[in-house]
């Protein structure tokens, strides 16, 4: 079974620019959750996406903005980078298929971005 | 609105010592979840345990067990003859019937010491 991947590792950027980042979900699984991590922090829900289509939003602005193609692979796009960007981007996948732990998040690595 | 506490910023023992993570949650939900995971030093979140709110079973898992209490809001975590590679960032996270997203707590720094 392949697990939660996500592309790039890490990344710089600087501000004003615009980011994407890529995640692969587990094998199975048709949603996906992205959360942002600030150092020593817990994370923050930014989206989720179920069968190509949003299923909830966090406290985000509307310059996050994401995509789910139909083989359950996510795109996370940042436009107008701001400093307060630099963070830890995670990726989740769960399954809504039922079982004991559906739903359960899985993630992956993550991505690293700084912002200059 | 639902909140997870984990009021334990960091804690520090010594290897073999047993050791225990405090979670207190707050929901208006009859129907929620709540989670563990643990982030080492390399990022990435680790899935730790899942437990519903009918289920108030106690769950042991080698040297891991979790004690979940609704009477108190608590879902605690400890960690039984401590390893040096249990140091990590542990989180406790809570999702409602109601609601799609984890609420986190701030997580607990664990570090063993050899």
Redesign the interface.
């Known amino acids: 079974e392949t697990g939660v991947t996500q592309s790039p590792t890490h990344l710089i950027k600087t501000r004003g620019q615009q980011v994407t980042l890529r995640c692969s979900s587990q094998s199975g699984h048709n949603t996906v959750s992205w959360y942002q991590q600030a150092l020593g922090q817990g994370p923050q829900f930014i989206f989720q996406y179920y069968r190509e289509e949003e299923n909830g939003r966090g406290n985000f602005p509307p310059r996050f903005s994401g995509l789910q193609f139909p083989n359950y692979s996510s795109e996370l796009n940042v436009n107008a980078l701001e400093l307060d960007d630099s963070a830890l981007y995670l990726c989740a996948s769960s399954s809504s298929a039922g079982g004991p732990f559906a739903d359960t998040q899985y993630f992956g690595p993550g991505t690293r971005l700084t912002v200059l | 609105a639902q909140k997870v506490t984990q009021a334990q910023t960091e804690i520090s023992v010594v290897e073999k010592e047993d050791v225990t993570l405090d979670c207190v949650y707050e929901t208006r939900d009859t129907t929620y979840?709540l989670?563990w995971?643990k982030q080492p030093p390399?990022?990435?979140?680790?899935?730790l345990i899942?437990r519903n709110s009918f289920d108030e079973q106690n769950e042991i898992s080698g040297r891991y067990s979790w004690n979940f209490q609704k009477s108190t809001s608590s879902f605690n975590f400890t960690i039984t003859a401590s390893q040096v590679v249990d140091s990590a960032v542990y989180?406790c996270?809570l999702?409602e019937d109601s609601?799609?997203?984890?609420?986190?707590?701030?997580?607990t720094k664990l570090i063993i010491k050899p």
Do not use: K
Request: overall charge neutral.
């Open positions: 979840y989670f995971y390399s990022g990435e979140l680790v899935f899942r989180f996270a999702s609601n799609y997203q984890l609420i986190w707590g701030a997580g």
